[in-house]
Every structure is written in structure tokens, then in C-alpha cells.
Nanobody, 126 residues
Framework: QVQLAEFGGGLVQPGGSLRLSCAAS????????VGWFRQAPGQTREGVGC????????DFADSVKGRFTISRDDAKNTVYLQMDNLKSEDTAIYYC???????????????????WGQGTQVTVSS
């Protein structure tokens, strides 16, 4: 059965860094597009970034471009979200998600994804 689990959230000061992990089971992260989303208090879930299947091309929201990086470790079947120069507005619950069909390119829209993790809390505060 397909499952996703996020790890690595926590409290960090503005300007700090965190690396989130998305551990997958039931499929290979190399074969499917994987996205990262976040939901801040009182707001809807928004797409942060994604990585395409097979080829490690990525796409990011303008709000995080230049600060966030997505990578994939096929041996560990894990996708990472590296977050640098964090700002208070980055505070949210972060989710990873995967498509059900192999070979897709990444899209930062919720309806393109079929499987979701439970989320991990990231708090940026001084």
C-alpha cells in the first residue's frame, strides 16, 4: 500500500535552515512526480515545489524560489525539501504528495496528487 511520511519539522529562527524528509513506501519516488505543499493557519493549502519523475527537474513557488531546494535519494526512496533563509511567513504544516501514475512532470496544484503524508509542523519565530 502506498504511504508517505514527513519528518524534520521544528522551531527555527528567521534566517535559519531546516531539511524535511518524505519517506515513501509502496512505490519508487524515482518513477513518480512528488510535490511539497504547506498550509498556514487560516489559509488554504498551497504548492511549494515539486520534482519530476525520472529526471530531477524542479519547480518552485515565487515566494520560496532561491531559498528552497528539492532533491531525491533513490536508494533511500526519500524526497527532501531543503529550506534556507527561512522567514516567519514560512510557518505552516508541510506535506509531501505523490501522483498515482508513473512518468509525470511536477505540478504545484493539489488535484494532481493522489497520495498524501500526515504533515510536519515548521515554525519560524524569533
Amino acid at each position: 500500500q502506498v504511504q508517505l511520511a514527513e519528518f524534520g519539522g521544528g522551531l527555527v529562527q528567521p534566517g535559519g535552515s531546516l531539511r524535511l524528509s518524505c519517506a515513501a513506501s509502496g512505490f519508487s519516488v524515482r518513477d513518480r512526480a512528488v510535490g511539497w505543499f504547506r498550509q498556514a493557519p487560516g489559509q488554504t493549502r498551497e504548492g511549494v515545489g515539486c520534482i519530476s519523475s525520472l529526471v530531477d527537474s524542479t519547480d518552485f513557488a515565487d515566494s520560496v524560489k532561491g531559498r528552497f531546494t528539492i532533491s531525491r535519494d533513490d536508494a533511500k526512496n526519500t524526497v527532501y525539501l531543503q529550506m534556507d533563509n527561512l522567514k516567519s511567513e514560512d510557518t505552516a504544516i508541510y506535506y509531501c504528495a505523490s501522483q498515482s501514475q508513473s512518468g509525470g512532470n511536477c505540478l504545484r496544484v493539489r488535484y494532481e496528487y493522489d497520495y498524501w503524508g500526515q504533515g510536519t509542523q515548521v515554525t519560524v519565530s524569533s
